[in-house]
């Protein structure tokens, strides 16, 4: 079945860098693009960025320009995405989810399980 | 960016209720408006893309409807396991969520 599985919780200090990865599993990796959403604690779901794995092209939300880079491995089917200069209110779960286009944001599914991402000095 | 508003952002529901949220884009998104379930500590699922097609597996009591500005999802008979926090999204452009609704047991 269509799985997506990611890298384990993560604690970091303000101003460091947090790398999380997302593997595929049960689909044809390059067919498809994958898009990254956050969702801080008790709040809704804020998409961050898409790359295609077809091609490694990416869009990224405008507030994270700058600081946040999407990339892909086709060898081991694994997205990842590193997010710099990490804030107090970078502090939430991370979800990698498979985006159905290789050309443009579009919907999400299946999702990864989320990765916590703890930003404390 | 659009912008998407849902409404209610929580609702009180009995089992065997009829529920509708709405959700409504700042501008026309044409039909370019998905919907997704989210459970307590889980991630979240499709549950309708493209406005009105359901995902495969999803239960038939689930049906949206809408374009343009305005959209609709419909739970036609509530049951114990919909109690969760719906979000609706656009995929005109920038991708964007609505702010969500929550739907709990009455």
């Known amino acids: 079945q269509v799985q997506l599985v990611q890298s384990g919780a993560e604690v970091k200090k303000p101003g460091a860098s947090v790398k999380v990865s997302c593997k595929a599993s049960?689909?044809?990796?390059?067919?498809?693009?994958i898009s990254w959403v956050r969702q801080a604690p008790g709040q809704g779901l804020e998409w961050m960025g898409w790359?295609?794995?077809?091609?490694?092209?990416?869009e990224y939300a405008q507030k994270f320009q700058g600081r946040l880079t999407m990339t892909t491995d086709t060898s081991t089917s694994t997205a990842y995405m590193e997010l710099r200069s990490l804030r107090s209110d970078d502090t939430a779960v991370y979800y990698c989810?498979?985006?159905?286009?290789?050309?443009?944001?579009?919907?999400?599914?299946?999702w990864g399980q989320g990765t916590l991402v703890t930003v404390s000095s | 960016d659009i912008q998407m508003t849902q409404s209610p952002s929580s609702l009180s529901a009995s089992v065997g209720d009829r529920v509708t949220i709405t959700c409504r884009a700042s501008?026309?998104?044409?039909?370019?408006l998905n919907w997704y379930q989210q459970k307590p500590g889980k991630a979240p699922k499709l549950l309708i893309y493209?406005?009105?097609s359901s995902e495969s597996g999803v239960p038939s009591r689930f049906s949206g409807s809408g374009s343009g500005t305005d959209f609709t999802l419909t739970i036609s008979s509530l049951q114990p396991e919909d109690f969760a926090t719906y979000y609706c999204?656009?995929?005109?452009?920038?991708?964007?969520f609505g702010h969500g609704t929550k739907v709990e047991i009455k």
């Open positions: 501008q026309g998104i044409r039909s370019y």
């Open positions: 493209a406005a009105s």
């Open positions: 790359i295609t794995a077809y091609n490694g092209n990416t």
């Open positions: 989810a498979r985006d159905i286009s290789v050309t443009t944001p579009n919907w999400f599914d299946p």
């Open positions: 049960g689909y044809t990796f390059s067919n498809y693009g």
């Open positions: 999204q656009q995929s005109y452009s920038t991708p964007m």
